[in-house]
C-alpha cells in the first residue's frame, strides 16, 4: 500500500487540531512510512538468495542440522578404534571409525544405544558418556554449552563429556567410552533418534 492511499485511508483528523499540526502528523506518518519501505527493501537486498519473502514477524531463523548416520565406515584395519561398554562395564561393540566423527554419529552408525535427543545441538545430556581418564586428557576442554548440560547428566563424572562432542583424532586410538546406567532426556521425554 503506498503512502499516499495509507493517508486517505486514515480517519479525518480532529478538527480541533491546526492545519499545521494535521500538516506535521502527515508528514510525521509519511515519514514513517516511508522509513519502513526503505527497511524492507534493505532486508530483501541483503538476502537476495532467498526467493521467498517473509515479513519480520514471522522470519525463520536456521542452524545447520547435524546429520547422524552419514558417516562413512573405513576399511577395516584402517580406523581409529573405539570400545563401547555398558553401565556394568561390559563391552557392547568394538568399532572403527574416521578422524573427524564425533562418538553420538559413530554410535549410531553402529546401533549402539546412544540417545543423543538433541541429535547434537549440545541442547540436551542424552549422549552423555563416560571415557577412559588417560584419553579425556587428551581432549580439548568442553565449552560452557556443554558443561551446562553435563551438569543435568545422570551419573556425572570426572571423564564425562557429551558424545556428540567428542571428535576422534589418531590420539584416540582405543578410547573406551562408557554409556551411563540412565539418561535424563530434558529435550523431549522419551524422544529416541532415528537416523536420517
Known sequence: MSARA???????MSSHLTCRTQAQKARQITSWISSSCR?????RISSPSRN???????QIHTTSAVRHGDITRPEPGTGI??????AKGNDIKTVEANEGDDLLS??????????GACEGSIACSTC????????????????????????????LTDTSRLGCQVRLTKELDGMTA??????????VDGKKPTHH
Open 128 to 155: 552423555h558418556v563416560i571415557l577412559s581418564p588417560g584419553h579425556y586428557d587428551l581432549l580439548p576442554e568442553p565449552s560452557d554449552d556443554e558443561n551446562d548440560m553435563l551438569d543435568m547428566a545422570f551419573g
Open 106 to 115: 559413530i554410535a549410531h552408525e553402529h546401533d549402539i544405544d546412544l540417545e
Open 81 to 86: 578404534k573405539v570400545h563401547f561398554k555398558d
Open 52 to 58: 521467498l519473502y517473509l515479513p519480520r514477524s514471522r
Open 6 to 12: 495509507l493517508l486517505t485511508s486514515l480517519p479525518p
Open 178 to 187: 562408557q554409556l551411563p546406567s540412565a539418561t535424563r532426556n530434558m529435550f
Open 39 to 43: 527497511f524492507e527493501q534493505r532486508r
